[in-house]
């Protein structure tokens, strides 16, 4: 029974989370006392559910133990009383909605927006959003931007004190304070998307890749016509529809290798929709070309093969507009299918040391690259580098078997 506690615990905080922080700071402000509240009442849940057994709304359960956690607090702490009447009415007005069969309300497009408010850090913004809104813990977050867990966790606790002292309203902001925020907005939702792929673990990635496929398509009902919001939506759907064709047999599966019957038609059906819609607005950016890219990999379900030449093309208008390390690699691997592999290596060579020292993809391409051209020494050190650098065991186990057929 234990372990089956466990498993809706965490089946409720997967799926919850963020819009119960959402719900229960929306009008105290304060996050880190809502995220200690909920804290409460999933511990309480662990200690009540084993005897009681799971209660037939979870979040509801946790919504209604988090508020009388918090209220607590407040009563402890003598806070103003008019702050725990307006926590009270929210709170019976919640539970009258969930009583008559309701979904507890999504506020988390709000809390999006409050997190890229300007009285907060622009660099600690996309951190909080990925802790507060998806519930991703600060260890985590602290390897994806390369930084100590302490130190990002004294920095998110800074950010959330802003919140409140600054008294920053959970609210969808007006049309012209959207648009200055929606940039941070959508670089947290796919940076969110992209380290649910990177945990090693399948299960957990794939919810939050949901997750993050369901903040974009509640930004791109918001905003249809943000070509911006379309087209990040359109590349994360194009990038899940996938999923299943990753890994087969236990072993991961290049995208040029899956099989393309794998793929959710559906899913690229809807991304390919949300990438029309972009294109008729005129206005290009860096998400619409990323996933314009991957909309050509799909059609190789239809073609039976992959359009390098538009690929390339669509990177070097990527790498010329928006310069990443990602951008530059894509391209050099692209021109490589066209050009051959000496000429992929020389894009790699002009990539700044300083920025692919730590960076797998780079290593993971290079080592391919450089086995075609049949420097095997070389590309088994390049190998043994990118394998040191992998998080997932599965990448770890394809690299190394590529490694292995060097020497065959």
């Known amino acids: 029974m234990e372990r089956a506690t466990e498993r809706a615990v965490e089946e409720a905080v997967r799926q919850s989370y963020g819009r119960l922080v959402a719900l229960i700071a929306r009008h105290s402000r304060d996050v880190a006392s809502a995220e200690d509240a909920l804290a409460e009442a999933l511990k309480a849940a662990l200690e009540t559910w084993p005897r009681s057994g799971v209660p037939q709304k979870p979040e509801a359960w946790l919504l209604t133990t988090a508020r009388r956690k918090l209220l607590d607090r407040m009563r402890h702490a003598k806070v103003v009383e008019a702050a725990s009447v307006s926590l009270l009415a929210l709170a019976e007005r919640t539970e009258d909605s969930l009583g008559q069969g309701d979904r507890i309300p999504d506020h988390r497009l709000e809390l999006l927006f409050a997190c890229c408010h300007p009285e907060i850090d622009t660099d600690i913004r996309t951190p909080l959003m990925l802790q507060v809104v998806l519930g991703i813990d600060a260890a985590a977050i602290a390897s994806a931007f390369l930084v100590a867990p302490a130190t990002m966790g004294q920095r998110l606790s800074r950010a959330k004190a802003r919140i409140k002292q600054a008294g920053i309203a959970f609210h969808l902001p007006e049309r012209r304070e959207m648009e200055a925020r ?176 730590e960076y797998q993809p780079y290593w993971a391409a290079r080592a391919a690259l450089l086995a075609r051209t049949g420097a095997i020494q070389e590309a088994d050190a390049a190998y043994e580098r990118a394998i040191g650098l992998s998080s997932r065991d599965l990448l770890r186990a394809h690299l190394t078997s590529r490694r292995a057929t060097l020497h065959d």
């Open 182 to 357: 929606l940039e941070a907005v959508l670089n947290s939702i796919y940076v969110a998307f992209s380290l649910g792929y990177d945990t090693g673990d399948e299960g957990a990635g794939h919810g939050f890749a949901r997750e993050a496929i369901y903040l974009a398509g509640l930004l791109a009902a918001l905003m249809p016509d943000e070509p911006e919001v379309l087209g990040l939506a359109a590349l994360q759907l194009h990038i899940h529809a996938r999923r299943h064709a990753r890994m087969q047999d236990g072993l991961y599966v290049p995208l040029d290798q899956q099989d393309p019957a794998l793929w959710d038609a559906e899913m690229i059906s809807r991304a390919e929709a949300h990438l029309t819609r972009a294109g008729a607005l005129q206005r290009v950016g860096r998400f619409q070309l990323e996933a314009a890219i991957q909309s050509v990999h799909a059609g190789r379900a239809h073609t039976g093969r992959t359009d390098w030449e538009t690929i390339a093309l669509l990177y070097e208008g990527l790498f010329r507009r928006w310069p990443s390390v990602g951008a530059a690699i894509g391209r050099a691997v692209a021109l490589a299918e066209i050009q051959g592999a000496a000429r992929g290596l020389s894009l790699l060579d002009g990539i700044p040391a300083a920025t692919i020292a």
